[in-house]
């Protein structure tokens, strides 16, 4: 299976459960600016307890691995939890929606984008996947996030709502790296 296909395969799914979810992460900053090679989908949703059993039926055993306990542990945690597919070495990241003012914001500003033909689906918005992947780059450094986050800025900086980003930024304590990115292609 291509990423493609499973990401297809996830989203008619988790649509056909009526979860509310946005897809986020690498496939979203590619989606605004360059490829790159990934070999996770990273997916916010929002499962309630109540839907782990359907949830993990979506992903059958001869194809994948999840187990209902690991979905049980992430939403009481407010964590992730994973999603193997061993054929093809691709792993899906559900990532469960926090209770707070960002992915409050994050699920309202959702766009719709066409992943296959006739098959659209949500992802977050540019500016917000900017906002996380600084906050990613702060928690582990990881230079892939700033390549991500000028690659979107180059591609899609003319459509970007740059005071959304400034007023989350100074939220969040992430004015040093925004600081830094912006300046190092010239967006202020």
Avoid: C
């Amino acid at each position: 299976m291509e990423q493609s296909e499973l990401l297809k395969y996830v989203v008619d799914k988790i649509e056909a459960l009526r979860i509310p979810y946005f897809i986020t992460g690498s496939i979203a900053s590619m989606a605004y600016g360059e490829p790159r090679l990934t070999n996770d989908i990273d997916i916010v949703a929002d499962i309630k307890d109540g839907e782990i059993k359907a949830f993990k039926d979506l992903f059958p055993e001869s194809d994948f691995y999840i187990t209902e306990e690991d979905i049980k542990e992430a939403i009481h945690n407010h964590r992730q939890f994973n999603i193997l597919h061993p054929a093809s070495g691709l792993k899906i990241d559900i990532i469960i929606r926090k209770q707070d003012l960002f992915d409050e914001e994050r699920f309202r500003r959702v766009k719709r984008i066409e992943i296959a033909q006739n098959t659209g689906a949500n992802f977050s918005s540019p500016e917000d996947v900017i906002i996380k992947k600084m906050e990613f780059y702060r928690e582990g450094g990881s230079d892939k996030h700033l390549r991500d986050i000028a690659s979107m800025l180059k591609i899609s900086g003319a459509v970007l709502d740059i005071n959304y980003i400034n007023r989350w930024v100074n939220k969040l304590g992430l004015s040093d790296i925004w600081e830094s990115v912006s300046k190092s292609i010239k967006l202020k």
